[in-house]
């Protein structure tokens, strides 16, 4: 072996193997989960922890009581992460004690999404009037008029709502606020 710095195994060619080779990083998707819960106190934080316990972070969650009579609440989590770790928050999800099912919405050929948000622009003159245009476009409603500001409520789904914030950040944008993504599935069947 020469003494030389390229001899370093960092500096050396690529293989020219026939056989092909993985990039070595697994590839990273977004995923919609669904968790059906027992509403009662802890779970929010019981099905939190776990996800924030593997190291991922949760893009958008929403939480509601969607059956009063048995005391049921639906948990949508937005996360990221390779098809091995989303499996196994899944997996991991369905065995704690008050989670009754997971869904995974992305999975799901016949979910629907949709998130909502308040979006405050302001502005006068020509931007305000290029604001109506484009909030006309996307159907957004304007729900608080002023002299100087609107606040719009937009509804779609994530890539929508984030198309219309960015197009509002050159006219004004003040600030917003996200609900995050709901999802159910179309049809007469029940989650």
Known sequence: MSDTPNDTPDNMAPSQSVY?????DPAIYECILA????NEPGVLARVVGL?????YNIESLTVAETDVMKHRSRITIVTSGTATKISQIKAQLERLVPVRRVIDVTAESDAIERELALVKVEGSGEQRLEAMRVADIFRARPIDITHNS?????????DKVNAFIDLMRPLGLVENSRTGVLSIRRGAEAN
């Open 20 to 24: 092909p080779v993985s990039s070595g």
């Open 35 to 38: 968790a059906i819960v027992d």
């Open 51 to 55: 996800i924030s316990a593997r190291g």
């Open 150 to 158: 609107f606040v719009f409520e937009v509804t779609g789904t994530r």
